[in-house]
């Protein structure tokens, strides 16, 4: 989920695909580039051409996460719990050649779509399993990989069972030691689901950093909040370094300042009754 790229040709190309539709728009200010669209929530921003290109803001923030954290050219085991446009698998295999990729999507539609209309032909060491993510990770094994990153929405909002304190510890079980967890929350007005969610991360992993735009954390608009997590220390003062001279300035959040960001916020558990936030009609242009 993110705000339109700028530059997005407003001539949809809609698919209907098992989450309901799909649009495909075209940039206009660079070749190759497309924006997914699903529900009439920019998804994705994919260039065909050149894949190390990342528009999205909270995507800039994931890739400067895994640059920091692995220098460029260091293959990497992943996992991606939704699927979109494939922006950071493509990323990742373009700047860390002989990584290894899987991405869990239920959406067999969509997956359809993106093979189709958004090809991954030339994406080497990338596949791509039709299932939701919580089975998709039951399946792997112990200590089996470097980066877990959770950027899945339907229809705007995150599913919560994705963001328990079981599901994170699912995904602990399956990093190796060092590893890092990223995962991408949407949430506005006070803040209160991603308190909860940044909570329950800081549960199961013992260095925990948060990342956003200003007026995001602050709880002014709605907007993408990064959450990493490690089980060893993460590059906070690098990250902060990057996130100040971005063309977005990107603040930074760790230590016991998240923790007062998250206050008394209990952790979320299986079987809660809690919803995820979804976005105001007007961030989209939606009515």
């Not at 719990?81 to 959406?107: K, N």
Request: net charge neutral; with cysteine.
């Amino acid at each position: 989920m993110a705000r339109k790229a700028r530059g997005a040709r407003v001539h949809p190309d809609v698919h209907a695909v098992d989450g309901g539709e799909a649009e495909l728009l075209r940039d206009a200010d660079r070749e190759g580039g497309w924006v997914l669209c699903v529900g009439g929530v920019p998804q994705s921003y994919v260039d065909l051409s050149d894949p190390t290109y990342l528009d999205f803001e909270y995507m800039q923030m994931m890739g400067a996460v895994v640059d920091v954290r692995e220098p460029a050219g260091v293959a990497l085991d992943a996992v991606h719990i939704g699927g979109g446009g494939l922006t950071l698998p493509r990323y990742i295999a373009a700047t860390r050649p002989g990584s290894r990729q899987v991405v869990f999507e239920p959406d067999r539609e969509l997956v359809r779509l993106v093979r189709e209309r958004l090809p991954v032909r030339n994406v080497p060491g990338l596949r791509i399993r039709i299932t939701d993510g919580r089975s998709g990770m039951a399946a792997l094994a112990d200590e089996a990989d470097d980066l877990v990153v959770m950027d899945a929405f339907v229809e705007g909002s995150m599913p919560v069972e994705l963001a328990t304190r079981e599901s994170t510890l699912e995904v602990r079980r399956v990093l190796r030691p060092g590893g890092v967890y990223l995962m991408n929350v949407a949430d506005g007005f006070r803040l209160g689901y991603a308190r909860r969610v940044v909570a329950t991360v800081r549960s199961v992993f013992r260095h925990v950093m948060l990342l956003g735009e200003p007026g995001v954390l602050r709880g002014r608009r709605f907007g993408n909040l990064i959450v990493a997590a490690s089980g060893e220390p993460l590059p906070v003062d690098e990250v902060t370094r990057r996130g100040a001279g971005a063309a977005f300035p990107v603040r930074v959040m760790a230590g016991d300042v998240l923790g007062g960001f998250c206050g008394g916020s209990a952790p979320l558990r299986d079987g809660e009754d809690v919803r995820a936030p979804e976005p105001p009609p007007q961030v989209f242009g939606r009515s």
